[in-house]
């Protein structure tokens, strides 16, 4: 039997060999006098992408840049290196006889994934790369880690999510995809200042958690020695506003949902949701198609998006249709027609829709919606008027008893938006909120509870109101084209590896 290491054993034989090395560098520098942590700032002037834009104007000109060194040649009494910045990378030229022969000794040391400050000349190499020629280069952190790529890449997407700092550092894409969610958010931002709404917050420990459908995180404060439950909603809070007379609000903000983890769902994601006093969900329709297209053309400088080969175009008119029109369409089931909860269950039995005894005719209309046609929606489409029986908070629509006045936004058979003609009779949202307990005792979880304290503002007076929440994570996966909501949160929500 052989007593020599497996190769992976070799590998982490040789990773801790490497590291070691790296540590031993360290400890000379700082017995020399050259501690790098102790430098506390570097003078930036460009960074390498706009050194490329401007090399033009720049060409002989001098420059500093910092940025972490992604590759090195030696060769001789010259080298060359590679730097990665915010912004992008750049080929620098590091000679002995221009920084001196100490401070070329020191570069020769350094390791790939060192930080490291330079200055130097802006000019073209003789096979025509701009770079920088370095007249000084300073070691501004000491890398004591082997970067992947040293051996096999960072591919794993469980080890990128879990270590995302090193993500962003090996795969450019992904820093793209961040810089870009900023940027959408940033033009939301823009486009609602425009609309004169004005952005709030709200608190994320509340001690009813309404607003949607969901099980809420619970925890313990310890100095009012009360039971809190982490917001699921912005809703309650934002409609208080409203009744104090702030006309057009909205919050951009993370929520948190006790539920499962799949590639478009996350215990803790961000939610925006606003309200806009006087209008109702025709307005929130229309706002809401204005809003997708501004975002889209302002950050991909175009209303054509293409999502897993898919093009989804903004710039038309949004589709519009009534769920029971939209459930007739790909089941063939006409609820329109279908007047008892009987009727329902046996035509769910007929189409193999499983059901619940506590659900209703118009949870069955639900259920049938889900089954036959999300998957259908992939061009931007409203799909409105849905069941008062899966919509607590919603205004009745005077023209379908039965029914509100609600809408739900769907995109490459995704929801992306909820909204509501919302309700503001206090009398109303009192029987609803009693329906929704007793949904709670016989077993569902999800159900809300009665909010006291929502009822008494309501009772002081809400205007009529529209109002939605839009998944702001599922609109920077389409927008940036990524397979999974994981790909768009920066830290996302991991098992423990313990």
């Known amino acids: 039997m052989s007593n020599e290491p497996t190769p992976r054993e070799n590998t982490q034989q040789d990773l801790n060999e490497l590291r070691q ?5 360290l400890a000379e520098l700082q017995s020399a006098g050259k501690d790098p942590f102790e430098i506390t700032k570097y003078d930036v002037t460009h960074h390498s992408q706009e050194i490329k834009d401007h090399f033009d104007e720049l060409e002989g000109k001098t420059v500093s840049l910092a940025g972490r060194m992604m590759s090195k040649r030696i060769m001789g009494k010259a080298s060359f290196c ?28 350094m390791d790939i994934g060192d930080i490291i400050g330079l200055e130097g000349e802006v000019f073209r190499t003789r096979t025509g790369e701009m770079s920088v020629h370095a007249h000084s280069i300073t070691l501004l952190s000491k890398s004591l ?5 040293k051996f096999h890449g960072l591919t794993n997407t469980d ?4 270590q995302r700092y090193v993500d962003l550092i090996m795969n ?38 309404g607003g949607a459908a969901a099980r809420p995180f619970e925890t313990h404060f310890n100095a009012l020695d009360e039971d809190f439950k982490l917001r699921i909603s912005l809703e309650l809070y934002l409609k208080r506003l409203i009744v104090g007379g702030l006309e057009r609000v909205y919050e951009i903000g993370r929520v948190f949902r006790n539920e499962g983890l799949d590639t478009r769902h996350n215990p803790e994601f961000t939610l925006m949701e606003l309200y806009q006093a006087y209008t109702d969900y025709n307005g929130m329709m229309d ?75 118009g949870d069955i209309l639900n259920l049938f919606f889900e089954e036959f046609v999300e998957e259908h929606l992939v061009q931007p489409t409203f799909v409105m008027d849905h069941p008062i029986e899966i919509s607590p908070l919603t205004k009745k629509n005077p ?27 206090p009398i109303d949202q009192r029987e609803r909120f009693k329906a929704q307990e007793a949904q709670l005792a016989q077993g569902d979880e999800e159900a809300n509870t009665t909010d006291e304290d ?13 109002g939605i929440g839009y998944g702001i994570d599922r609109m920077v996966m389409l927008l940036t084209d990524s397979a999974a909501i994981r790909d768009v949160l920066l830290f996302p929500t991991m098992k423990s590896q313990d």
């Open 172 to 209: 450019p894409e992904v820093k793209d995809t961040f810089i870009k969610r900023s940027q959408i958010i940033a033009a939301i931002r823009r486009y609602l200042a425009g609309e004169n709404f004005i952005e709030v917050e709200t608190p994320m420990l509340v001690s009813n958690a």
């Open 159 to 162: 080890t990128r999510y879990r």
């Open 287 to 361: 706002l809401t198609e204005n809003l997708y297209r501004y975002v889209a053309q302002e950050v991909l400088g175009t209303t054509k998006i293409v999502y897993n080969g898919v093009e989804m175009d903004l710039g038309k008119p949004f589709e519009r249709i009534t769920m029971t029109e939209a459930v007739k369409k790909y089941s063939g089931v006409d609820f329109d027609t279908i007047e008892t909860l009987e009727e329902a269950r046996a035509v769910a039995k007929e189409h193999h829709v499983e059901f619940e005894q506590r659900h209703g005719k």
């Open 21 to 25: 090395i790296r540590r031993n560098k």
């Open 454 to 466: 929502f009822l008494n503002a309501l009772e002081i007076g809400m205007p009529p109101t529209g």
């Open 145 to 149: 880690q082997i970067l992947p790529e």
């Open 399 to 425: 023209r379908k008893p039965g029914y509100v006045e609600r809408f739900e936004f769907f995109m490459n058979g995704w929801e992306m938006a909820n909204a509501y003609s919302e309700l503001n009779d």
């Open 82 to 109: 590679n730097v990665q910045d915010l912004k992008g990378n750049i080929q620098c030229y590091i000679a002995r006889d221009s920084v001196g022969e100490d401070s070329y000794k020191d570069f020769k040391k």
